[in-house]
Protein backbone atom coordinates (compact mmCIF):
# COMPACT_ATOMS: atom_id res chain seq x y z
CA UNK A 1 0.00 0.00 0.00
CA UNK A 2 1.66 3.45 -1.02
CA UNK A 3 0.55 5.33 1.99
CA UNK A 4 2.24 2.74 3.96
CA UNK A 5 5.26 2.50 2.45
CA UNK A 6 5.34 6.60 2.77
CA UNK A 7 5.02 6.51 6.23
CA UNK A 8 7.57 3.65 6.75
CA UNK A 9 10.03 5.60 4.54
CA UNK A 10 9.36 8.90 6.80
CA UNK A 11 9.90 6.78 9.85
CA UNK A 12 12.89 5.21 8.91
CA UNK A 13 14.29 8.51 7.96
CA UNK A 14 13.47 9.54 11.79
CA UNK A 15 15.68 6.34 12.86
CA UNK A 16 18.34 7.25 10.49
CA UNK A 17 18.59 11.09 11.80
CA UNK A 18 18.20 10.08 15.58
CA UNK A 19 21.63 7.74 15.11
CA UNK A 20 23.14 10.69 13.17
CA UNK A 21 22.20 12.73 16.57
CA UNK A 22 23.37 10.06 18.57
CA UNK A 23 26.68 10.42 16.68
CA UNK A 24 27.06 14.23 16.58
CA UNK A 25 26.51 13.69 20.33
CA UNK A 26 29.27 11.71 20.81
CA UNK A 27 31.83 13.68 19.48
CA UNK A 28 30.31 16.42 21.43
CA UNK A 29 31.03 14.82 24.48
CA UNK A 30 34.19 12.96 23.54
CA UNK A 31 35.50 16.53 22.10
CA UNK A 32 34.84 18.72 25.50
CA UNK A 33 32.31 20.86 23.22
CA UNK A 34 29.06 20.28 24.93
CA UNK A 35 29.47 23.12 27.50
CA UNK A 36 30.24 25.77 24.85
CA UNK A 37 26.87 27.22 24.32
CA UNK A 38 25.74 28.38 27.67
CA UNK A 39 22.03 29.16 27.56
CA UNK A 40 19.28 27.71 25.87
CA UNK A 41 16.95 29.21 23.20
CA UNK A 42 15.31 27.24 21.63
CA UNK A 43 14.05 29.66 18.48
CA UNK A 44 16.77 32.26 18.65
CA UNK A 45 19.54 29.81 19.27
CA UNK A 46 19.29 28.06 16.20
CA UNK A 47 21.41 30.90 14.28
CA UNK A 48 25.11 30.92 15.20
CA UNK A 49 27.27 34.33 16.23
CA UNK A 50 27.02 35.98 12.63
CA UNK A 51 29.34 38.90 13.55
CA UNK A 52 33.26 39.27 14.77
CA UNK A 53 31.21 41.44 18.13
CA UNK A 54 28.63 38.62 18.64
CA UNK A 55 32.02 35.47 18.35
CA UNK A 56 33.41 37.86 21.24
CA UNK A 57 30.49 38.14 23.63
CA UNK A 58 29.69 34.39 23.14
CA UNK A 59 33.38 33.93 24.39
CA UNK A 60 33.28 36.18 27.53
CA UNK A 61 30.13 33.90 28.82
CA UNK A 62 31.35 31.25 28.07
CA UNK A 63 34.48 32.33 30.52
CA UNK A 64 32.33 33.32 33.11
CA UNK A 65 31.78 29.27 33.65
CA UNK A 66 33.87 26.45 35.31
CA UNK A 67 35.02 24.64 31.97
CA UNK A 68 36.87 28.08 30.75
CA UNK A 69 38.87 29.10 34.47
CA UNK A 70 39.39 25.20 35.63
CA UNK A 71 40.30 23.95 32.08
CA UNK A 72 40.84 26.06 29.38
CA UNK A 73 41.91 29.29 30.81
CA UNK A 74 44.19 29.94 28.30
CA UNK A 75 41.71 29.24 25.43
CA UNK A 76 41.90 31.61 22.02
CA UNK A 77 38.70 32.67 20.12
CA UNK A 78 39.83 30.41 17.46
CA UNK A 79 39.92 27.16 20.26
CA UNK A 80 36.31 28.22 21.14
CA UNK A 81 35.14 28.21 17.85
CA UNK A 82 36.07 25.14 17.27
CA UNK A 83 34.45 23.51 20.30
CA UNK A 84 30.88 25.53 19.63
CA UNK A 85 30.25 24.78 16.40
CA UNK A 86 30.14 21.06 17.29
CA UNK A 87 27.18 21.62 19.68
CA UNK A 88 25.93 24.24 17.51
CA UNK A 89 25.57 21.09 15.40
CA UNK A 90 24.11 18.95 17.88
CA UNK A 91 21.28 21.18 19.01
CA UNK A 92 20.30 22.23 15.51
CA UNK A 93 20.56 18.64 14.18
CA UNK A 94 17.50 18.26 17.06
CA UNK A 95 15.50 21.23 15.94
CA UNK A 96 15.66 19.70 11.86
CA UNK A 97 14.58 16.45 13.73
CA UNK A 98 11.74 17.48 14.91
CA UNK A 99 10.95 19.11 11.74
CA UNK A 100 11.37 16.40 9.93
CA UNK A 101 9.01 14.48 12.46
CA UNK A 102 5.86 17.13 12.83
CA UNK A 103 5.65 18.20 9.46
CA UNK A 104 4.68 15.05 7.59
CA UNK A 105 2.83 13.84 11.21
CA UNK A 106 0.47 16.72 10.52
CA UNK A 107 0.14 15.98 6.68
CA UNK A 108 -0.54 12.36 7.17
CA UNK A 109 -2.59 13.13 10.15
CA UNK A 110 -4.93 15.63 7.99
CA UNK A 111 -4.76 13.07 5.10
CA UNK A 112 -6.59 10.33 7.81
CA UNK A 113 -3.29 7.47 6.54
CA UNK A 114 -2.71 6.80 10.38
CA UNK A 115 -4.78 4.54 12.63
CA UNK A 116 -5.37 5.63 15.99
CA UNK A 117 -2.91 3.59 17.45
CA UNK A 118 -0.27 4.92 15.13
CA UNK A 119 -1.22 8.15 16.17
CA UNK A 120 -0.77 7.36 19.85
CA UNK A 121 2.71 5.87 19.76
CA UNK A 122 3.61 8.71 17.56
CA UNK A 123 2.60 11.50 20.17
CA UNK A 124 4.34 9.66 22.47
CA UNK A 125 7.62 9.92 20.24
CA UNK A 126 6.94 13.58 20.51
CA UNK A 127 6.90 13.87 24.17
CA UNK A 128 9.74 11.80 24.37
CA UNK A 129 11.48 14.16 22.25
CA UNK A 130 10.21 17.10 23.83
CA UNK A 131 11.51 15.56 27.29
CA UNK A 132 15.39 14.83 25.68
CA UNK A 133 15.71 18.65 25.05
CA UNK A 134 14.69 19.63 28.33
CA UNK A 135 16.78 16.52 29.69
CA UNK A 136 19.38 18.11 27.34
CA UNK A 137 19.83 21.47 28.92
CA UNK A 138 19.53 19.57 32.52
CA UNK A 139 22.40 17.76 31.61
CA UNK A 140 24.52 21.10 30.51
CA UNK A 141 23.32 22.95 33.71
CA UNK A 142 25.08 20.31 35.64
CA UNK A 143 28.61 21.22 34.02
CA UNK A 144 28.10 24.99 34.78
CA UNK A 145 28.54 24.97 38.99
CA UNK A 146 31.40 24.12 40.23
CA UNK A 147 32.46 21.46 38.25
CA UNK A 148 33.68 21.87 34.71
CA UNK A 149 31.74 18.48 33.62
CA UNK A 150 28.13 17.18 32.94
CA UNK A 151 26.67 14.38 35.67
CA UNK A 152 27.09 11.38 34.65
CA UNK A 153 24.08 10.39 35.32
CA UNK A 154 22.20 13.31 33.60
CA UNK A 155 24.48 12.05 30.35
CA UNK A 156 22.73 8.65 30.90
CA UNK A 157 19.37 9.87 31.18
CA UNK A 158 20.34 11.79 27.77
CA UNK A 159 21.31 8.70 26.27
CA UNK A 160 18.32 6.54 27.73
CA UNK A 161 15.98 9.09 26.14
CA UNK A 162 17.92 8.87 22.54
CA UNK A 163 17.51 5.12 22.84
CA UNK A 164 13.87 5.21 23.77
CA UNK A 165 12.94 7.48 20.82
CA UNK A 166 15.39 4.98 18.68
CA UNK A 167 13.45 1.97 19.85
CA UNK A 168 10.04 3.27 19.92
CA UNK A 169 10.45 4.64 16.29
CA UNK A 170 11.90 1.28 14.91
CA UNK A 171 9.26 -0.89 16.89
CA UNK A 172 6.34 1.20 14.73
CA UNK A 173 8.50 0.62 11.46
CA UNK A 174 8.74 -3.26 12.48
CA UNK A 175 4.87 -3.31 13.10
CA UNK A 176 4.15 -1.88 9.66
CA UNK A 177 5.26 -5.20 8.10
CA UNK A 178 3.95 -8.37 8.07
CA UNK A 179 4.39 -9.59 4.94
CA UNK A 180 6.82 -11.76 5.54
CA UNK A 181 5.41 -14.20 7.50
CA UNK A 182 4.93 -17.14 4.65
CA UNK A 183 3.59 -19.77 6.68
CA UNK A 184 3.02 -21.20 10.60
CA UNK A 185 6.55 -21.99 12.24
CA UNK A 186 7.33 -23.88 15.46
CA UNK A 187 7.59 -21.88 18.68
CA UNK A 188 10.56 -22.04 20.11
CA UNK A 189 10.43 -22.58 23.65
CA UNK A 190 11.85 -19.90 26.10
CA UNK A 191 13.40 -17.88 23.58
CA UNK A 192 11.25 -14.92 24.34
CA UNK A 193 12.27 -15.34 28.51
CA UNK A 194 15.78 -15.01 26.80
CA UNK A 195 15.31 -12.24 24.71
CA UNK A 196 13.93 -10.44 27.56
CA UNK A 197 16.40 -11.08 30.30
CA UNK A 198 18.81 -10.02 27.49
CA UNK A 199 17.40 -6.85 26.57
CA UNK A 200 17.07 -6.24 30.39
CA UNK A 201 20.79 -6.53 31.17
CA UNK A 202 21.72 -5.16 27.60
CA UNK A 203 19.68 -1.94 29.22
CA UNK A 204 22.08 -2.08 32.69
CA UNK A 205 25.28 -2.67 30.97
CA UNK A 206 24.18 0.53 28.27
CA UNK A 207 23.65 2.53 31.88
CA UNK A 208 26.97 1.95 32.76
CA UNK A 209 28.22 2.81 29.54
CA UNK A 210 27.04 6.02 29.90
CA UNK A 211 28.44 6.54 33.49
CA UNK A 212 31.84 5.60 32.24
CA UNK A 213 31.42 7.49 29.33
CA UNK A 214 30.68 10.56 31.56
CA UNK A 215 33.62 9.87 33.82
CA UNK A 216 35.83 9.16 31.20
CA UNK A 217 36.95 5.87 32.78
CA UNK A 218 38.35 4.91 29.90
CA UNK A 219 41.22 7.66 30.66
CA UNK A 220 42.05 5.83 33.94
CA UNK A 221 41.86 2.16 32.97
CA UNK A 222 42.80 2.08 29.34
CA UNK A 223 44.06 -1.52 29.37
CA UNK A 224 42.54 -4.94 28.68
CA UNK A 225 41.73 -7.56 29.80
CA UNK A 226 43.29 -6.43 33.32
CA UNK A 227 42.65 -2.98 34.62
CA UNK A 228 45.87 -0.95 34.69
CA UNK A 229 47.43 -4.87 35.17
CA UNK A 230 45.11 -5.88 38.36
CA UNK A 231 42.01 -8.10 37.76
CA UNK A 232 40.45 -7.13 40.77
CA UNK A 233 41.45 -3.33 41.15
CA UNK A 234 42.26 -1.65 44.08
CA UNK A 235 39.39 0.25 46.14
CA UNK A 236 36.70 -1.82 44.02
CA UNK A 237 33.43 -2.03 46.59
CA UNK A 238 35.79 -0.38 49.96
CA UNK A 239 32.55 1.18 50.51
CA UNK A 240 29.14 2.46 50.10
CA UNK A 241 27.77 4.57 47.18
CA UNK A 242 29.09 8.38 47.82
CA UNK A 243 25.79 10.00 47.42
CA UNK A 244 27.00 13.44 48.78
CA UNK A 245 29.87 12.88 45.59
CA UNK A 246 26.78 11.93 43.79
CA UNK A 247 24.79 15.19 44.46
CA UNK A 248 27.85 17.37 44.31
CA UNK A 249 28.49 16.22 40.96
CA UNK A 250 32.01 15.21 41.90
CA UNK A 251 33.69 11.89 40.59
CA UNK A 252 35.89 9.90 42.63
CA UNK A 253 38.23 7.67 42.33
CA UNK A 254 35.92 4.67 44.11
CA UNK A 255 33.64 5.98 40.96
CA UNK A 256 35.30 5.97 38.35
CA UNK A 257 36.97 2.08 39.43
CA UNK A 258 33.24 0.91 40.20
CA UNK A 259 31.38 1.85 37.13
CA UNK A 260 34.28 0.65 34.78
CA UNK A 261 34.87 -3.09 36.64
CA UNK A 262 30.85 -3.47 36.36
CA UNK A 263 30.71 -2.74 32.99
CA UNK A 264 33.38 -4.85 32.29
CA UNK A 265 31.72 -8.10 33.80
CA UNK A 266 28.50 -7.48 32.59
CA UNK A 267 29.92 -7.42 28.87
CA UNK A 268 30.82 -11.07 29.67
CA UNK A 269 27.43 -12.09 30.70
CA UNK A 270 25.79 -10.13 28.02
CA UNK A 271 28.14 -12.35 25.00
CA UNK A 272 26.73 -15.47 26.72
CA UNK A 273 23.41 -14.92 27.33
CA UNK A 274 23.48 -13.55 23.51
CA UNK A 275 25.07 -16.98 22.39
CA UNK A 276 22.46 -18.35 24.20
CA UNK A 277 19.38 -16.40 22.20
CA UNK A 278 21.62 -17.00 19.05
CA UNK A 279 21.41 -20.91 19.44
CA UNK A 280 17.66 -21.18 20.60
CA UNK A 281 16.87 -19.31 16.66
CA UNK A 282 18.96 -22.04 15.09
CA UNK A 283 16.11 -24.49 16.06
CA UNK A 284 13.21 -21.78 14.27
CA UNK A 285 12.33 -22.46 10.26
CA UNK A 286 11.59 -19.36 10.20
CA UNK A 287 14.05 -17.25 8.28
CA UNK A 288 13.23 -13.75 9.86
CA UNK A 289 14.72 -15.73 13.30
CA UNK A 290 17.66 -17.29 11.72
CA UNK A 291 18.28 -13.54 10.37
CA UNK A 292 17.79 -11.76 13.76
CA UNK A 293 19.70 -14.26 15.60
CA UNK A 294 22.58 -13.80 13.59
CA UNK A 295 22.19 -10.08 13.64
CA UNK A 296 22.31 -10.37 17.21
CA UNK A 297 25.90 -12.08 17.47
CA UNK A 298 27.44 -9.94 14.94
CA UNK A 299 26.16 -6.62 17.27
CA UNK A 300 27.61 -8.28 20.65
CA UNK A 301 30.89 -9.18 18.76
CA UNK A 302 30.95 -6.03 16.89
CA UNK A 303 29.93 -4.14 20.47
CA UNK A 304 33.00 -6.52 22.19
CA UNK A 305 35.66 -5.31 19.93
CA UNK A 306 34.43 -2.23 19.99
CA UNK A 307 34.39 -1.37 23.82
CA UNK A 308 38.27 -3.26 23.99
CA UNK A 309 39.40 -1.10 21.50
CA UNK A 310 38.62 2.75 22.59
CA UNK A 311 40.04 1.16 25.90
CA UNK A 312 42.96 -0.02 24.49
CA UNK A 313 43.45 2.44 21.81
CA UNK A 314 42.65 5.74 24.29
CA UNK A 315 45.40 7.39 26.42
CA UNK A 316 45.15 8.98 29.86
CA UNK A 317 45.11 12.32 27.93
CA UNK A 318 42.18 11.66 25.18
CA UNK A 319 39.48 9.14 24.41
CA UNK A 320 39.80 7.71 20.92
CA UNK A 321 37.24 9.67 19.41
CA UNK A 322 36.14 8.30 16.52
CA UNK A 323 36.14 4.74 18.51
CA UNK A 324 34.28 6.11 20.93
CA UNK A 325 31.39 7.40 18.56
CA UNK A 326 31.60 3.69 17.13
CA UNK A 327 31.19 1.98 21.11
CA UNK A 328 28.17 4.48 21.56
CA UNK A 329 26.31 4.10 17.92
CA UNK A 330 26.66 0.50 18.17
CA UNK A 331 25.04 0.26 21.16
CA UNK A 332 21.90 1.15 19.33
CA UNK A 333 22.65 -1.03 16.80
CA UNK A 334 22.51 -3.56 19.37
CA UNK A 335 19.27 -2.85 21.11
CA UNK A 336 17.99 -2.42 17.44
CA UNK A 337 19.09 -6.41 16.85
CA UNK A 338 16.67 -7.26 20.01
CA UNK A 339 13.83 -5.41 18.94
CA UNK A 340 13.84 -7.05 15.97
CA UNK A 341 13.83 -10.35 17.90
CA UNK A 342 10.92 -9.71 20.20
CA UNK A 343 8.92 -8.32 17.16
CA UNK A 344 9.42 -11.36 15.22
CA UNK A 345 8.99 -13.70 17.72
CA UNK A 346 5.84 -12.92 18.74
CA UNK A 347 4.51 -12.17 14.64
CA UNK A 348 5.36 -15.87 14.45
CA UNK A 349 3.89 -17.01 17.47
CA UNK A 350 0.82 -14.66 17.06
CA UNK A 351 0.69 -16.80 13.29
CA UNK A 352 0.89 -20.01 14.49
CA UNK A 353 -2.06 -19.09 17.44
Not at 276 to 281: I, N
Not at 316 to 332: D, E, N, S, T
Amino acid sequence: MANNRLIRAWLLTGVFMVLVQVAIGGITRLTDSGLSMTSWEPVQGSLPPLTEEAWQAAFEDYRQYPEFYQKNADFTLAEFKSIFWWEYIHRNWARLIGLVFAVPFVFFLAKGWLSRRQIGSLVGVMLLGLAQAVMGWYMVQSGMVDQPWVSPYRLTAHLFLALAIFAWLYRIVLGLDRTHIARPTPVISGLGRVLWLLTALVLVQIAYGGLVAGSEAARHFNTWPTMNGQWIPDGLFHRGLEWDAVRENRLTSFFIVNVQFIHRTLAWVVLALAVWAWWKTRASDARTLLHGGRWLMVAVAGQAVLGISTLVLSSPQQIHVQLGVAHQLWAFVLVGSLIYLHVRNRQESIQQA
